[in-house]
C-alpha cells in the first residue's frame, strides 16, 4: 500500500473509532429511561453555609426566649453592573431571600411580607366564597379578623458597592536559548481584588423607627496562573501550556455579608450577652479573619476598627444621658 494510501485508511479508521466513542455516549433513540445519554456529574447536595452560620444558628437559643416578629422587604442590587455581553446582572438578585434564610438559621419568627401574592389570590377567593373549609364540609372559609400576625421589625436596604479590580498583581517571565530550533518557555501569575458593599436597615414597624443600620463590605480575591514551553524537534515542534485561574465566589461573598450583618444586628436586638454567639466579631476571632497571621501582629480586621470604639464594642449602646453605658441593648429596642 502506498504512504498516500496508508493515511487515507488511517483517517478512515479515526473517524470510525471517533464514531463509535460517541455512539457509546449518545443514542439517536431515548433508552428506557426515557433519556438519549447519561449526564454527568456526581456532586451531592450540600448545605449552602457560610462561615458565620453556625454563630446564626448559636443565636437560637436566645431567639426562642423572646419571640419577635421579623419581616425582610426589598434588598436590591443599586450598583447597577450589568455582564459585558448583556447577558444579565453581575450580582444576585435574591438578596433579600439570603437574608430570610439567615434569619431562619437564628431561629428568628418570620412573618412574610416580600411575596404576598399568592395569600392576597386566598383572601379574594375566600371573600368570595369560593374556598371550602376541610373542617366543615360544604361550608366556605370563614374572614376572621386580625387572623394574619404583624411583624415587630422589618429589614430592608441593598447592595451598594461593587468595585472591580481595587489593585492588582502580576509577574511574568520569558527564557530559552537564542537559537532558532532552542527550548523556550514562560510562566506568569496574577493576583487581583474587588470587593461588595451592602447597607442594610432595621425599622421598628411601628413607629417606622429606623432602630438599626449596618454597613459591611467584603473584599474578593481572584488568581491567575500560566506555564508554557515551545521547542522544535528535528522536523517537528510541540507547544504546551498549562494554567489555573480562580476567583472566590461573588455571590458567595454577597451571602457572607448578609449573614454577619444579620448575626450582628440580631445579637444586638436579642439582647445576647456579650461573650455569645457573636463575640468574635471585629476581632481577629472573627470566622474570616487572617488566622495565619502571627501572635504579636494585629490583622486587618483589628486594625480598621482600631479608632472606632463602637465598633470595637459592638454590644455597646450610648443613651442620650450616659455616654458610658453598660453594654447592652440601644434604647430604641426596649
Not at 454563630?55 to 436590591?76: D, E, F, K, M, S
Request: proline share 5%.
Amino acid at each position: 500500500m502506498t504512504p498516500r494510501g496508508r493515511k487515507y485508511l488511517f483517517r478512515s479508521f479515526a473517524v470510525i473509532i471517533a464514531a463509535a466513542a460517541l455512539g457509546g455516549c449518545i443514542s439517536p433513540i431515548p433508552t428506557g429511561s426515557g433519556r438519549y445519554t447519561s449526564p454527568i456529574g456526581g456532586s451531592p447536595v450540600i448545605s449552602n453555609e457560610t462561615p458565620y452560620s453556625g454563630a446564626l444558628r448559636c443565636l437560637g437559643r436566645y431567639t426562642a426566649n423572646r419571640p419577635l416578629r421579623i419581616a425582610v422587604g426589598q434588598i436590591a442590587d443599586y450598583t447597577g453592573k450589568n455582564e459585558s455581553d448583556n447577558s444579565g446582572r453581575k450580582l444576585t438578585q435574591g438578596a433579600a431571600l439570603m437574608a430570610m434564610s439567615a434569619l431562619a438559621k437564628a431561629g428568628v419568627p418570620l412573618v412574610e411580607r416580600f411575596d404576598t401574592s399568592v395569600a392576597e389570590m386566598e383572601l379574594k377567593y375566600a371573600n368570595n366564597k369560593l374556598i371550602g373549609d376541610e373542617k366543615a364540609p360544604g361550608d366556605f372559609r370563614k374572614i376572621l379578623a386580625g387572623s394574619i400576625p404583624g411583624s415587630d421589625y422589618y429589614l430592608v436596604g441593598g447592595i451598594t458597592e461593587l468595585n472591580f479590580n481595587i489593585r492588582s498583581e502580576g509577574a511574568s517571565g520569558d527564557g530559552g536559548g537564542t537559537a532558532t530550533n532552542s527550548v523556550k518557555g514562560t510562566i506568569g501569575g496574577s493576583l487581583y481584588v474587588m470587593n461588595i458593599g451592602l447597607d442594610l436597615r432595621l425599622v421598628n414597624t411601628n413607629t417606622l423607627e429606623v432602630v438599626d443600620v449596618i454597613s459591611d463590605q467584603k473584599q474578593i480575591i481572584g488568581r491567575q496562573i500560566s506555564a508554557g514551553v515551545f521547542d522544535f524537534l528535528g522536523q517537528q515542534f510541540f507547544d504546551a501550556s498549562v494554567g489555573e485561574s480562580a476567583l472566590e465566589p461573588i455571590q458567595l461573598a454577597v451571602r457572607s455579608v448578609i449573614e454577619r450583618a444579620v448575626l450582628e444586628m440580631m445579637s444586638r436586638l436579642y439582647q445576647t450577652p456579650p461573650t455569645s454567639c457573636g463575640a468574635a466579631l471585629g476581632t481577629d476571632r472573627d470566622p474570616l479573619a487572617d488566622h495565619g497571621a502571627p501572635n504579636n501582629q494585629t490583622t486587618a480586621t483589628t486594625m480598621e476598627k482600631n479608632d472606632d470604639t463602637s465598633r470595637q464594642e459592638p454590644y455597646r449602646w450610648f443613651g442620650a444621658r450616659d455616654a458610658d453605658a453598660e453594654p447592652g441593648l440601644r434604647g430604641r429596642y426596649q
